[in-house]
Antibody, heavy 116, light 112 residues
Framework: QVKLLQSGAALVKPGASVKMSCKAS????????VSWVKQSHGKSLEWIGE????????NFNEKFKGKATLTVDKSTSTAYMELSRLTSEDSAIYYC?????????WGQGTLVTVSS | DVVLTQTPVAQPVTLGDQASISCRSS???????????LEWYLQKPGQSPQLLIY???NRFSGVPDRFIGSGSGSDFTLKISRVEPEDLGVYYC?????????FGAGTKLELK
């Protein structure tokens, strides 16, 4: 069955960067776009951007351009998101999700806490 | 960006009752290809969101038929008949017609 396994929680200092992973299994990784979604504490969801593993093509929400970098490693069926120049506003849970007819499959989320 | 306004913010229900959630868009969600990319998700406490409905009214695999999505243009509704305990949580509508894709603020389905 389809699974998306995300990396564990991260505590990072303001101004630093963090890179999180999303390992896919149970389907052909290169056939589906992978999106990333942010959920700030107790709040709604924001779409950050997406990557097509087959080509590396990306699309971003303007709000996250310059903040998020999306990459993939096809050899390990893993998608990555790096967030740079972190501030307290970046503290949130980040989800990866596989596109198709809707976001049918989600990772368990990675909690990022930005604190000195 | 397209704004999705969900009402109510919270919906107290009795188990076995029907619940209804509205999602109104700041602009039509009909894509130039004729499809309407309006989806519904449920997020249970401590869990990731899960897909219920895609393209307005199509239930995702395994979603019970008590979940019914309807609507058109900029006005959409999710109805849940005979609410069960596992239906409690926050419901989000989501549009992927316009860039960037956006979520509604959520509607919390809770027990009276």
């Amino acid at each position: 069955q389809v699974k998306l396994l995300q990396s564990g929680a991260a505590l990072v200092k303001p101004g630093a960067s963090v890179k999180m992973s999303c390992k896919a299994s149970g389907y052909t990784f290169t056939d589906y776009w992978v999106s990333w979604v942010k959920q700030s504490h107790g709040k709604s969801l924001e779409w950050i951007g997406e990557i097509y593993p087959n080509s590396g093509a990306t699309n971003f929400n303007e709000k996250f351009k310059g903040k998020a970098t999306l990459t993939v490693d096809k050899s390990t069926s893993t998608a990555y998101m790096e967030l740079s120049r972190l501030t307290s506003e970046d503290s949130a849970i980040y989800y990866c999700t596989r596109e198709g007819q809707g976001f049918a499959y989600w990772g368990q989320g990675t909690l990022v806490t930005v604190s000195s | 960006d397209v704004v999705l306004t969900q009402t109510p913010v919270a919906q107290p229900v009795t188990l076995g009752d029907q619940a209804s959630i509205s999602c109104r868009s700041s602009q039509s969600l009909v894509h130039s290809n004729g499809n309407t990319y309006l989806e519904w998700y449920l997020q249970k406490p401590g869990q990731s969101p899960q897909l219920l409905i895609y393209k307005v009214s199509n239930r995702f695999s395994g979603v019970p038929d008590r979940f019914i999505g309807s609507g058109s243009g900029s006005d959409f509704t999710l109805k849940i008949s005979r609410v069960e305990p596992e239906d409690l949580g926050v419901y989000y509508c989501f549009q992927a017609t316009h860039d960037p894709p956006t979520f509604g603020a959520g509607t919390k389905l809770e027990l009276k």
